[in-house]
Every structure is written in C-alpha cells, then in structure tokens.
C-alpha cells in the first residue's frame, strides 16, 4: 500500500456504516490525489444476477451531472434533424449513417436515442451497437417520440445503470470538486432509483452493501438512508 494510500485509509474505520452526510465528507478529505478524481458507489445487491427477472437495468437523472458529459447521438428521420440539433445533440444520423456504421465498426458516440420508426432500421447495426451497450432501449428511455427532452436529459446528467455478473453496481455520482451537498443530492438520487427499481421477485435483503469512495481512495461503507 502506497503511502498515501495508508494515510487515507487511516482514516476510514473500516467497522464503521457512515451516514451519507459523514460519507460525502470523507469522500473528499480521502482522496488524496492530484487530479479531480470520480466519486463511485458500489452495491452489492440481493437479487440473482442468473434469473432474467431480477435484472436491474434502470436510469436516474444526477442533479447536477456526473462531472462527464456523454457524447450523444440522435438516429432520427430527416424532419427531426433540426430538433435533434437543437436539443444538443453531438452527431445527428440518418439511413446513410447507419450504412456507413455497418460497414466500418467506427462509432464516435458514447449514447445514442432513436424514435421508434427508426428501431427497425436500426437492426442493420445491432450486431455493432448491442456488444457495446449502445443499442437503444425503451427500457433506458433512449427510444421514444420526444427527442428533445431524451437529449436534454442525458446532456444535463441522465445515466444508466445496470447490475454485474456478480449482483453488484458500479456508479460514478460525481467528482471529488464537486460540493459535498451537490455529491449528497446525487447520491440520494441514484439510492432512490437503484430502490424504485428492485425486482418483485427478489427476496430477502436488496441492499445488501453499499459503499463510497473516490477514484483510487479507500471504502466507505454507508447507509442506504
């Protein structure tokens, strides 16, 4: 362990469940590091990451962002290419670009939203999309008639999340130059949507851990509330 590392941990009491306010605090006095380091939680969750049904796959938007915003990209007909521009949107594609992905593999977009007459031109790159989680998904509300507001919202701080293999989630609320109030709002933010979206078939405790720390700081285990 680092020197810095170890005076970092030091401290951490390592027994101790933090409230969220004690939490964020520590977040930043912990972080040690000369640049703005992310600010991440982690849950383990009580669900079965096997069973279909007790996936997590859920959106929330940050209040105050991530301290990252995404590039995005809006697939729409040409009538919405005006509006697609205007919401911010960083690449406006059509038919041809989406020929021209299929062809390459080259994708310059983090996001993408889509409206549904385009879903089933878009098949023609699931292949290209899907493996990298870009293919848009009724479910992470990137597929849907209002264009505006789905760019609007990923620019101001929309992300999704969704559980491991392993039943856990991993999620940047912020960075460590961010207010201790502005990473608490976000904080609480996620913890109400990562509970909105607990599954109906899952039993037992939800949250089973959750923890806080910056990029490279040490663990800080919290409350869920």
Known sequence: MSKRMAKASALVDKNKVYSLDEAVKLVKETSGVKFDAGVEVHANLGIDPKKGEQQIRATVVMPHGTG???????FVSAEKEKEAKDAGA?????????KRIKDTGKIEFEVAVTT????PKLAAVAKVLGPKGLMPNPKTETVGPNVKKMIEELKKGKVTFKNDDTANIHQIIGKVSFSETQLKEN???FLEALKKAKPTTSKGTYIKNLVLCSTMG???RIQEN
């Open 68 to 74: 990252k915003t995404k590039k995005v990209a809006a």
């Open 90 to 98: 960083d690449f406006v594609y059509g038919e041809e670009d989406i």
């Open 116 to 119: 549904p007459d385009m879903m």
């Open 187 to 189: 904080l609480s933010a």
């Open 218 to 220: 040490p663990a800080i």
